[in-house]
Nanobody, 121 residues
Framework: QVQLVESEGGLVQPGGSLRLSCVAS????????MGWYRQAPGKQRELVTS???????NYADSVKGRFTISRDGASNTVYLQMNRLQPEDTAVYYC???????????????WGQGTQVTVSS
């Protein structure tokens, strides 16, 4: 029906940068909020950042000033620019979106498959 496909993460040195992308495709009528979550080993999944269709953003305190979320409505894509990465940013990052399907007309919360980001020297 609908899926979110994330770009590959990777291994980054502390202080480095990485950009993730996530594309929604399928039976889409419209997309509400999109966001990024992460889950580190032994920890619960946490919200990193989110963005509304109008561009209103929300960030976890731990990433404010370092991470930037953006979206392209025309291509159903959300991006996460991560700067000044720290070892504590190491986690599996998941894309999330609230999607209204075209047919049948209904709302779904959809998750990406997750991508590993490792920050280490």
């Amino acid at each position: 029906q609908v899926q979110l496909v994330e770009s590959e993460g990777g291994l980054v040195q502390p202080g480095g940068s990485l950009r993730l992308s996530c594309v929604a495709s399928g039976n889409i009528f419209s997309i509400n909020a999109m966001g990024w979550y992460r889950q580190a080993p032994g920890k619960q999944r946490e919200l990193v950042t989110s963005i509304t269709p109008g561009g209103i953003t929300n960030y976890a305190d731990s990433v404010k000033g370092r991470f930037t979320i953006s979206r392209d409505g025309a291509s159903n894509t959300v991006y996460l620019q991560m700067n000044r990465l720290q070892p504590e940013d190491t986690a599996v990052y998941y894309c999330n979106a609230g999607i209204i399907l075209r047919s049948p007309y209904k709302y779904l919360e959809v998750w990406g498959q997750g991508t590993q980001v490792t920050v280490s020297s």
